[in-house]
């Protein structure tokens, strides 16, 4: 990285911590630390939403992901809108009529103080651990490719955002969210801009498109099937996105407090449910645009030579073994493939990651999320490679600092003002809140500093964690919004099971993991209703209180 | 004050009336709903074109 590299990434990461500290002021209360006093008009809550949803890794992998796979991932979030349909139709008005903090509060109402801590537990578990790895997992990319120190690079990706997240409560996190995604979405159009001008003069944008369309990159459209019927096990094709999908993203929008905890910041109903919506419009896009960065990257690798594999630092490790000489060969015959032969290099890469399997083979020796950042380090200018970096840092920031401000309000208002200590006062209660908040980072931190020993395979495992718990999740809020017989006792332990059985699924690979979303969400539903007749209602029944209305 | 009042009262309202406003609410939500549906369908059948067209 050059001088000027590093003055546009300082800029852009000390200027946000300023804003956010500015932005800082709010109200000495929980209203105001977790919810910046349910003032924000919906263009902030537009924006914050779509800043906690896209990580890092959201712009580090999808056009990685484009340039091995194709377009395909975009039906992925084709589920996304449906969701916020129904998001506006039945949780929003619920959690405003209420005046929640946290989503987990409209459980105890509806059912009891068990299901709501249950549930609020499962998601500060997941979140918390999964928070870590979206330090961890930025910060492995970087350190690898621009050698960088692993445990300092963590500490300042989960570290300085502490800063204001800690001071200015919910109000910093959605005003940072609204600049950090604002110099993303610049940084992602000049580096696709970038792609195209440095095509060669004759080959323009159409034809750039054509060319990944020749090696089936422009897949945008798939259905999953094979000679053989449905693959169930085939993670993007259209129902996939649109079934799976669908649940995932209510799971979530309308029980992850990282995002509830946004759209309860909204001034009134109506500012709630426009953000929602207009993120319902533009994400889809959002993504394929996104996307098609990939692709255009694939077109400008058929002009020019790719790397064999595009983690070098983990090739250097594997030829510190005995597979040397085997690495060195592949490399070899790979530099005699024509740039344009596709299938000859594709062979040749498959080949590679093999052998480095066979080198390293407690590592994931898959690559896609290091193409993007491999192509800016390589090929564009100076001072646009700080600005794309800056851009890595500040879509994790954002998500990030949503995380810690959700995990925070949910140990704060559903464990300790719950089970700890009931008589605070507001001068207290935002004293903790901050405490909480800073403890979250600081565990989050020694998470992302713990799975650096324990190799980047951690990555998918906890991506694939989140699915593990969201399906379980929504399952327990279907059963309370739609189904008034199921009381506390039966949705608590079918939960428990529902859980386990998930876990059972996912441990048998018999399906893709967001297929999970779905089976989760429909067991709790299916055991509770089976169970409710063997628990008498009682003085449990609360049903009066939320269920259906427009 | 009490002339105002009295003024107001042979003021006649253009404004919705409160089952009105609700309706109108209902319908206005409606709309956007249909307008992120639709555009969600839009989407896929583009797509869908986009797919067809670079295969060849």
Same mark, same amino acid.
């Given at each position: 990285?050059?001088?000027?590299?590093?003055?546009?990434?300082? &800029?852009?990461?000390?200027?946000?911590?300023?804003?956010?500290?500015?932005?800082?002021?709010?109200?000495?209360?929980?209203?105001?630390?977790?919810?910046?006093?349910?003032?924000? #008009?919906?263009?902030?809550?537009?924006?914050?939403?779509?800043?906690?949803?896209?990580?890092?890794?959201?712009?580090?992998?999808? @056009?990685?992901?484009?340039?091995?796979?194709?377009?395909?991932?975009?039906?992925?979030?084709?589920?996304? #809108?449906?969701?916020?349909?129904?998001?506006?139709?039945?949780?929003?008005?619920?959690?405003?009529?209420?005046?929640?903090?946290?989503?987990?509060?409209?459980?105890?109402?509806?059912?009891?103080?068990?299901?709501?801590?249950?549930?609020?537990?499962?998601?500060?578990?997941?979140?918390?651990?999964?928070?870590?790895?979206?330090?961890?997992? #930025?910060?492995?990319?970087?350190?690898?490719?621009?050698?960088?120190?692993?445990?300092?690079?963590?500490?300042?990706?989960?570290?300085?955002?502490?800063?204001?997240?800690?001071?200015?409560?919910?109000?910093?996190?959605?005003?940072?969210?609204?600049?950090?995604?604002?110099?993303?979405?610049?940084?992602?159009?000049?580096?696709?801009?970038?792609?195209?001008?440095?095509? #060669?003069?004759?080959?323009?944008?159409?034809?750039?498109?054509?060319?990944?369309? *020749?090696?089936?990159?422009?897949?945008?459209?798939?259905?999953?099937?094979?000679?053989?019927?449905?693959?169930?096990?085939?993670?993007?094709?259209?129902?996939?996105?649109?079934?799976?999908?669908?649940?995932?993203?209510?799971?979530?929008?309308?029980?992850?407090?990282?995002?509830?905890?946004?759209?309860?910041?909204?001034?009134?109903?109506?500012?709630? *449910?426009?953000?929602?919506?207009?993120?319902?419009?533009?994400?889809?896009?959002?993504?394929?645009?996104?996307?098609?960065?990939?692709?255009?990257?694939?077109?400008?690798?058929?002009?020019?030579?790719?790397?064999?594999?595009?983690?070098?630092?983990?090739?250097?490790?594997?030829?510190?073994?005995?597979?040397?000489?085997?690495?060195?060969?592949?490399?070899?015959?790979?530099?005699?493939?024509?740039?344009?032969?596709?299938?000859?290099?594709?062979?040749?890469?498959?080949?590679?990651?093999?052998?480095?399997?066979?080198?390293?083979?407690?590592?994931?020796?898959?690559?896609?999320?290091?193409?993007?950042?491999?192509?800016?380090?390589?090929?564009? @200018?100076?001072?646009?490679?700080?600005?794309?970096?800056?851009?890595?840092?500040?879509?994790?920031?954002?998500?990030?600092?949503?995380?810690?401000?959700?995990?925070?309000?949910?140990?704060?208002?559903?464990?300790?003002?719950?089970?700890?200590?009931?008589?605070?006062?507001?001068?207290?209660?935002?004293?903790?809140?901050?405490?909480?908040?800073?403890?979250?980072? &600081?565990?989050?931190?020694?998470?992302?500093?713990?799975?650096?020993?324990?190799?980047?395979?951690?990555?998918?495992?906890?991506?694939?964690?989140?699915?593990?718990?969201?399906?379980?999740?929504?399952?327990?809020?279907?059963?309370?919004?739609?189904?008034?017989?199921?009381?506390?006792?039966?949705?608590?332990?079918?939960?428990?099971?529902?859980?386990?059985?998930?876990?059972?699924?996912?441990?048998?690979?018999?399906?893709?993991?967001?297929?999970?979303?779905?089976?989760?969400?429909?067991?709790? &539903?299916?055991?509770?209703?089976?169970?409710? @007749?063997?628990?008498?209602?009682?003085?449990?029944?609360?049903?009066?209180? @939320?269920?259906?209305?427009? | 004050?009490?002339?105002?009042?009295?003024?107001?009262?042979?003021?006649?309202?253009?404004?919705?009336?409160?089952?009105?406003?609700?309706?109108?609410?209902?319908?206005?939500?409606?709309?956007?709903?249909?307008?992120?549906?639709?555009?969600?369908?839009?989407?896929?059948?583009?797509?869908?074109?986009?797919?067809?067209?670079?295969?060849?």
């Amino acid at each position: 990285m050059s001088g000027i590299d590093w003055i546009v990434l300082g &800029v852009a990461l000390f200027g946000i911590i300023l804003y956010g500290i500015y932005k800082s002021r709010t109200t000495k209360n929980l209203d105001g630390y977790f919810l910046s006093n349910r003032g924000l #008009p919906w263009y902030i809550v537009l924006l914050s939403i779509m800043g906690t949803q896209a990580s890092a890794i959201t712009f580090l992998s999808a @056009p990685g992901q484009a340039f091995t796979d194709g377009m395909r991932f975009v039906q992925y979030y084709f589920g996304l #809108p449906l969701a916020m349909i129904i998001i506006c139709i039945v949780f929003v008005p619920i959690f405003r009529r209420l005046k929640v903090y946290t989503a987990y509060e409209f459980l105890e109402e509806r059912f009891d103080l068990k299901t709501r801590t249950l549930t609020s537990l499962l998601f500060q578990l997941s979140r918390g651990l999964s928070t870590g790895i979206s330090i961890y997992a #930025p910060s492995l990319i970087l350190s690898s490719l621009l050698g960088w120190n692993i445990y300092w690079t963590n500490i300042i990706m989960g570290g300085l955002l502490i800063i204001y997240t800690v001071t200015g409560g919910a109000r910093a996190v959605a005003h940072t969210q609204k600049l950090q995604l604002l110099i993303i979405i610049a940084g992602m159009a000049i580096a696709g801009y970038m792609v195209v001008h440095l095509l #060669p003069a004759n080959i323009g944008f159409a034809d750039a498109l054509r060319i990944g369309g *020749k090696s089936g990159k422009m897949n945008v459209i798939t259905n999953g099937m094979t000679a053989n019927g449905f693959d169930w096990k085939d993670r993007y094709n259209i129902w996939s996105g649109l079934i799976g999908g669908l649940f995932l993203a209510l799971s979530y929008f309308g029980t992850d407090q990282s995002q509830v905890g946004r759209y309860l910041t909204a001034k009134d109903n109506k500012e709630s *449910k426009l953000g929602l919506l207009i993120n319902g419009l533009v994400k889809v896009p959002m993504q394929f645009l996104i996307l098609m960065i990939g692709v255009l990257v694939f077109s400008f690798y058929q002009y020019n030579k790719a790397p064999i594999y595009f983690n070098d630092v983990q090739a250097a490790a594997a030829k510190s073994t005995v597979k040397k000489d085997s690495l060195e060969n592949l490399e070899k015959q790979y530099t005699l493939v024509a740039a344009d032969n596709d299938s000859g290099k594709t062979t040749i890469r498959n080949q590679y990651k093999a052998v480095l399997k066979r080198a390293l083979p407690d590592e994931d020796v898959n690559d896609t999320n290091y193409i993007f950042l491999r192509f800016v380090i390589d090929h564009l @200018p100076q001072g646009l490679i700080g600005l794309l970096i800056a851009v890595i840092f500040l879509a994790a920031w954002g998500s990030i600092a949503a995380a810690l401000n959700a995990l925070a309000s949910c140990t704060v208002v559903d464990i300790h003002k719950k089970f700890i200590n009931k008589n605070l006062t507001p001068k207290m209660d935002y004293r903790i809140s901050k405490l909480y908040t800073l403890a979250w980072g &600081v565990f989050s931190i020694i998470v992302a500093e713990s799975a650096s020993n324990l190799g980047n395979s951690l990555i998918e495992t906890v991506n694939i964690l989140g699915s593990l718990f969201y399906g379980v999740i929504l399952g327990i809020f279907l059963a309370a919004f739609w189904i008034r017989q199921i009381k506390g006792h039966a949705v608590f332990y079918s939960a428990l099971i529902s859980e386990v059985l998930v876990i059972l699924i996912y441990k048998a690979d018999m399906i893709s993991f967001l297929w999970l979303n779905v089976i989760g969400a429909l067991l709790v &539903v299916i055991i509770a209703a089976m169970f409710q @007749p063997f628990f008498r209602a009682g003085r449990q029944d609360k049903s009066a209180i @939320p269920v259906l209305e427009g | 004050m009490k002339g105002k009042i009295r003024n107001l009262g042979k003021f006649k309202s253009t404004a919705p009336s409160l089952s009105e406003r609700k309706g109108g609410e209902a319908t206005y939500w409606r709309n956007w709903y249909l307008v992120v549906f639709a555009f969600l369908v839009l989407q896929v059948i583009l797509y869908y074109f986009i797919t067809q067209h670079f295969k060849n």
